[in-house]
C-alpha cells in the first residue's frame, strides 16, 4: 500500500529556534497534503492544507507566519515551526491525499524546552 | 506489525440499514480510540472516540463499542445514509498524556440509495 514517511518522528528544540518536518508520499504523487497537531487525548486538528504548487491554506486561529508549510513537488511537503515555544510543543501529522485516497504519516512529537 | 487493523477495506450497505466498521488492535497499552471519516480530496475529520474505561459511547446515528478481552471496537451508523459513504479511519493511543495516534488502514464505506 501507498506509504508517507514522515520525519523526524521526534525532536526537542530550544525555545526560540526553528524546526522543519517533512513529508514524503514515498511511491504516489500526492496533490494535497494535510498538516494535522494534536493534543494529550483529543483529536486531530487541521492546520492547513496545501497544494502542490501553491500557496497553503490555513485554518482559522493558526499562524501562517509561524507554521510555514511548503509543498513544492508532488511528493514533498514541508512544515516548519518558526520561532517555536514551549506551547507549541505537541505531536504534528501529516497526511498525504492521493486521487482517491489519504495516508497518514507516523507523525513527529516536537518538544520546546 | 500493525497495531490498528481494519481487515474490511470496503463495505457497501443499503441505505436506511445498519453500517457496522470494525478495528482490532494488538497492544494492550492502547486505552483511547477513535474514528475519522474522510471524504475523496478532502483531510480526515474527526467522529467519535471512545475510553478504555467504557464500552460505549453514542453520538446521534453513530455509536462505537469497545470489547477490551478481544481487543475490539465497532463503529455503528444506524440508519445509513448516502452522505456517509466516505473511508473511515479507526485510531488508538496509549498511556496518560499520550499523543501519538496508531491508525488503521481504513475501511471504504458505500451506502446505496
Known amino acids: 500500500g501507498a506509504v508517507v514517511s514522515q520525519h523526524p518522528s521526534w525532536v526537542i528544540c530550544k525555545s526560540g529556534t526553528s524546526v522543519k518536518i517533512e513529508c514524503r508520499s514515498l511511491?504516489?504523487?500526492?496533490?494535497?497534503m494535510f498538516w494535522y497537531r494534536q493534543f494529550p487525548k483529543q483529536s486531530l486538528m487541521l492546520m492547513a492544507t496545501?497544494?502542490?504548487?501553491?500557496?497553503?491554506?490555513?485554518e482559522q486561529g493558526v499562524e501562517k507566519d509561524k507554521f510555514l508549510i511548503n509543498h513544492a513537488s508532488l511528493t514533498l511537503s514541508t512544515l516548519t515551526v518558526t520561532s517555536a515555544h514551549p506551547e507549541d510543543s505537541s505531536f504534528y501529522i501529516c497526511?498525504?491525499?492521493?486521487?482517491?485516497?489519504?495516508?497518514f504519516g507516523q507523525g513527529t512529537r516536537l518538544t520546546v524546552v | 506489525d500493525q497495531q490498528v487493523k481494519q481487515n474490511s477495506p470496503s463495505l457497501s450497505v443499503q441505505e436506511g440499514r445498519i453500517s457496522i466498521l470494525n478495528c482490532d488492535y494488538t497492544?494492550?497499552?492502547?486505552?483511547?480510540f477513535l474514528w475519522y471519516k474522510k471524504y475523496p480530496a478532502e483531510g480526515p475529520t474527526f467522529l467519535i472516540s471512545?475510553?478504555?474505561?467504557?464500552d460505549k459511547n453514542e453520538d446521534g446515528r453513530f455509536t462505537v463499542f469497545l470489547n477490551k478481552s478481544a481487543k475490539h471496537l465497532s463503529l455503528h451508523i444506524v440508519p445509513s445514509q448516502p452522505g456517509d459513504s466516505a473511508v473511515y479511519f479507526c485510531?488508538?493511543?496509549?498511556?496518560?498524556?499520550?499523543?501519538?495516534?496508531?491508525f488503521g488502514k481504513g475501511t471504504k464505506l458505500s451506502v446505496i440509495p
Open positions: 471512545i475510553s478504555s474505561i467504557k
Open positions: 496545501s497544494n502542490e504548487g501553491s500557496k497553503a491554506t490555513y
Open positions: 485510531a488508538a493511543s496509549s498511556g496518560a498524556g499520550s499523543y501519538q495516534l496508531t
Open positions: 511511491d504516489f504523487q500526492a496533490t494535497t
Open positions: 497492544n494492550s497499552m492502547f486505552d483511547y
Open positions: 497526511s498525504a491525499s492521493g486521487a482517491t485516497e489519504a495516508f
